[in-house]
């Protein structure tokens, strides 16, 4: 009994130094922020750990080394070695992998010999990979030899190569390193080091222009500095360029998402429309960059987000490379849940490279420690996800009860009060949403629906509100008469 004292008390001790953070088994931290304050609050886990996805999984006599993107079809995770210059398979069922790419065959298993060189067709410091569902192709930023290599779904034949187009202006080497193709066949990549912005190619692999603004953070002072200096001070200071995009991704609707892990970057995260300009969402109270002086350790050091995983619907996971976190931020901006930590530990992360969505699932990988991990939904993270799911979709009545169980399982989840909030609101019950969104701290949800309610009390009190006004009307013109009759008559 003594012992299961002390060690409840101990618990107990390590739970309220921690900051009221959920610590997992597996060494992940779960936390979110509270919209009061900013500080960190307790949070049920939203994911756990399910499998580990290392050289163990290996059926082939190779090992695995830095892995730096994972990409996820139907059947197959593909793992991304840069430094071995291979792409595992992984399969989904058993998590195994018994076959990977390095060297590159025709359709009927041929060798294929590169033109150039005429020696045989082989991969060299690949950094992403990109599957394409509507034509079952996988394409490959081969990014050593500057070329994209399109490849059936299964990796087994090349279908085309893609090297530098004609015409490609601006002085942005061709050496994709993180790419994505758009449902309508459009081909997007960054450039380590480009300042350019992100490379837009035709689906036939012309060249069309480079996309998305970045811009960078210039002190007022430096600005001022630059004005009043002559043109020969002024080019000894030198230009300033634009930032570079850190990794890329794109959701069903064709919209690109972007991170930026510069320090000289104004922004950290991007949803780009048509013509190029930021349009990502920021409805929630925390902002999208991750952790900073409010974070598990008191530094100023920001999160530097590495890669995005959009869901399908409207969900993104960000990948923090400092802190080793994953941040999951829903369609409107609003922080669902931050998971995992820095460390060696099983769960934990020593260099985060790599996200990406498996249904509901997602899978980090980790370039130091050569591995992948997979986290699944916990009962309350399933909530939270269907919660979302719904609302995305308008299906207001379901996202309802699914924020309504999230409460009673999560009393500290402030975006499911803002959710309820949002359904009231829709609903026309602008003082139930009033309610909830002060619940939330959300400011502007509660100024919308202070607005529709008073709006709604002035219509369902027009009558008494004209009585009113006409009273008061009258009473002045009353007093302004009597006092004219007086003054006449003195």
């Known amino acids: 009994m003594m012992r299961k004292a002390i060690a409840a008390l101990a618990a107990a001790v390590l739970l309220l130094v921690g900051g009221g953070l959920s610590v997992m088994a597996d060494n992940t931290y779960q936390y979110s922020y509270s919209y009061h304050n900013g500080e960190l609050v307790e949070s049920l886990p939203a994911f756990e750990l399910r499998q580990v996805i290392d050289n163990r999984a290996l059926t082939v006599n190779v ?25 595992y398979l992984v399969d989904k069922e058993t998590y195994t992998i018994s076959s990977f790419l390095k060297t590159i065959q025709n359709e009927e298993g041929g060798i294929v010999v590169d033109q ?21 192709e996988l394409y490959v930023a081969d990014t050593g030899e500057e070329r994209i290599l399109v490849l059936d779904a299964d990796g087994h034949y090349l ?21 994505i193709v758009t449902p309508i066949g459009k081909i997007y990549f960054t450039v380590n080091g480009s300042t350019e912005g992100i490379v837009e190619l035709q689906n036939d692999g012309s060249f069309s222009c480079y996309f998305g603004t970045n811009e960078p953070e210039v002190s007022v002072i430096d600005y001022i500095w630059k004005m009043l200096s002559s043109d020969t001070i002024r080019d000894q200071m030198g230009r300033t360029y634009a930032p570079e995009f850190s990794n890329i991704d794109v959701d069903a609707e064709g919209f690109i998402y ?56 409207g969900l993104y996971a960000v990948l923090d490379k400092t802190y080793g976190r994953v941040f999951i931020y829903n369609f409107d901006g609003y922080l669902l849940n931050v998971f995992s930590s820095r460390g060696s530990a099983q769960g934990q992360l020593r260099t985060a490279t790599g996200i990406a969505w498996d249904g509901d699932d997602l899978i980090v990988v980790d370039g130091a420690l050569a591995l992948a991990y997979v986290y699944t939904p916990t009962p309350f993270g399933r909530v939270m996800l269907d919660a979302e799911e719904y609302y995305y979709h308008g299906d207001w009545a379901k996202a309802d009860e699914q924020y309504r169980t999230a409460v009673k399982l999560n009393a500290n989840y402030y975006v499911a009060y803002s959710g309820i909030g949002r359904n009231c609101l829709m609903n026309g019950e ?9 619940l939330s701290d959300d400011k502007d949800g509660y ?44």
């Open 63 to 87: 090992t695995m080394g830095g892995i730096v993107d994972v990409e996820v079809s139907d059947d197959t995770i593909y793992l991304v070695d840069e430094s071995n210059s291979r792409i």
């Open 116 to 136: 150039e060189t005429g020696k045989q067709l082989m991969l060299s410091g690949p950094q992403s990979v990109f599957w394409f569902e509507p034509e079952n």
């Open 159 to 179: 279908k085309r190569i893609i090297t530098r187009p004609e015409g490609m202006i601006g002085d942005t080497v061709f050496a994709p390193s993180k790419l």
């Open 258 to 313: 972007a991170t930026s892990l510069d320090v000289e970057s104004t922004e950290k995260l991007f949803r780009f429309n048509g013509k190029g300009a930021n349009v990502i969402r920021s409805a929630g109270n925390a902002e999208l960059t991750g952790d900073a002086v409010t974070g598990l350790v008191n530094t100023t050091t920001t999160s530097q987000f590495v890669d995005i995983a959009v869901s399908d619907y």
């Open 430 to 438: 602008y003082e139930d949403a009033m309610y909830y969104f002060e």
């Open 447 to 490: 100024s919308q629906a202070y607005e529709e309610y008073r709006s709604q009390l002035i219509k369902d009190n027009y009558g008494w509100v004209f009585a009113f006004i006409f009273l008061i009307l009258g009473a002045i013109v009353y007093s302004e008469v009597r006092y004219q009759r007086k003054k006449k008559k003195s």
